[in-house]
């Protein structure tokens, strides 16, 4: 009986008191009189005692183990950036006001390409307001084989057309040189889903996109 009461005070000390320092030095005075003055069942008390603290110190050291912190929550995927010839802006809106200032100031000569990027999807543009334009968009830049180029709806010349783009010229099937109008149409699309792989009708992949490219001309 001693033995199981030194026991459980050993434990209920290290595990379950209140956090008094002089508690634990009076319990363990108390053990060792006890020890003196009752001879064998004071031994037996004070070896419950010291085995009840050490169960108690490792159940303590337990439970606080068992408390591992919260997982921070998943963090979510960081937004893609826009960017208007090279330039990041925060918001859509400003990547708008960017974009449209710089289709509108493309003449062919000193400003002759624009490129507008939202994360891996892209739009490009090569020419200028009034001499033609040559556009092109992606929902995956990395995937070289779906650029698709914009097509003119209506019956052209089987012909091509000379577009200054820039330092350089290129030589563009007629119906893939579009006006100011058209462009800014197709921009407006992009700006408002730019992840979007379905172009519509008036986009047109392949190697016909490919050959017309920006980076190819």
């Known amino acids: 009986m001693a033995l199981l009461a030194g026991l459980a005070v050993g434990v209920w000390l290290l595990r379950f008191s209140p956090p008094w320092r002089w508690l634990a030095m009076l319990v363990l005075v108390l053990s060792l009189v006890l020890c003196l003055v009752l001879g064998p069942a004071g031994i037996a008390w004070f070896g419950g005692f010291i085995s009840g603290t050490q169960a108690g110190l490792a159940w303590q050291h337990a439970k606080k183990r068992s408390r591992k912190p919260a997982k921070p929550g998943r963090k979510t995927a960081k937004e893609p950036e826009w960017l208007v010839d090279g330039r990041c802006l925060g918001t859509a809106a400003e990547a708008r006001e960017a974009a449209i200032a710089g289709l509108h100031s493309l003449d062919g000569k000193s400003r002759g390409r624009l490129a507008v990027e939202f994360g891996s ?11 033609g334009m040559v556009c092109h968009r992606n929902a995956d830049a990395t995937n070289e084989g779906s650029w698709a180029v914009l097509a003119r709806s209506e019956d052209v010349a089987d012909e091509s057309v000379e577009v200054p783009m820039g330092a350089g010229i290129g030589y563009m099937p007629a119906r893939f040189v579009h006006g100011l ?10 700006l408002k889903n730019p992840e979007s ?8 992949t392949g190697n016909q996109a490919e050959g017309t490219r920006l980076t190819n001309y």
Do not use: H, I, K, M
């Open 121 to 131: 999807a892209r739009f490009e543009v090569a020419g200028g307001g009034g001499v």
């Open 181 to 190: 109008a058209s462009v800014q149409a197709a921009l407006d699309e992009f």
């Open 197 to 204: 792989s379905s172009f519509g009708p008036a986009w047109l």
